[in-house]
């Protein structure tokens, strides 16, 4: 089943790409990898939440959070090769801006694997980094990006 099928059948559509907010573009292809810009929780246009994981966001609504970053980096890629293009997840990279005492950086991040297994099954099994750090662009409270491998 192809990825586009797959996200249908978990009721997902993909959202519109984000405008960049600055001087890069949301995705590069080098080669057989496509590389996507860190994308923030943009629902509609509009950031879906702001504040800290840990004071104000707590770990499930981050989750959620980065299952939609997910999302607008799938965009990405489909407005550059097209999904079903991807043979492979390579590397997540997910940042968590956190409270201090908040330490469940990989857990908000599996929202991103998660998501990722269940559109591209086993060839979604990828490499990951879940950092924390103070502040994200926008206040937004975690950011994701994705280097998938694609063929022809």
């Not at 192809?2 to 405008?19: C, F, I, N, Q, Y």
């Not at 496509?34 to 702001?50: E, I, L, M, R, S």
């Not at 997540?92 to 908040?102: Q, R």
């Not at 994200?136 to 491998?149: F, G, N, S, W």
Request: aromatic share 4%; net charge negative.
């Amino acid at each position: 089943m192809s990825a586009l099928a797959r996200l249908r059948d978990l009721g997902l559509t993909l959202p519109a790409v984000a405008a960049p907010a600055g001087a890069y573009i949301p995705a590069r292809r080098s080669g057989n990898l496509v590389f996507t810009a860190g994308q923030v929780p943009f629902v509609d246009g509009k950031v879906a939440a702001t504040g800290k994981v840990g004071a104000g966001i707590d770990a499930e609504q981050a989750y959620d959070l980065a299952r939609i970053c997910t999302l607008n980096a799938l965009a990405a890629i489909d407005g550059l090769v097209g999904l079903d293009s991807v043979t492979g997840v390579v590397k997540v990279v997910g940042f968590v801006a956190s409270d201090p005492s908040f330490t469940g950086q990989p857990g908000v991040i599996n929202g991103a694997s998660d998501l990722l297994g269940e559109v591209f099954g086993e060839s979604g099994a990828h490499a990951r980094s879940a950092v924390g750090v103070a502040v994200l662009p926008l206040d937004v409270p975690v950011e994701v990006e994705l280097t998938v491998e694609v063929g022809g």
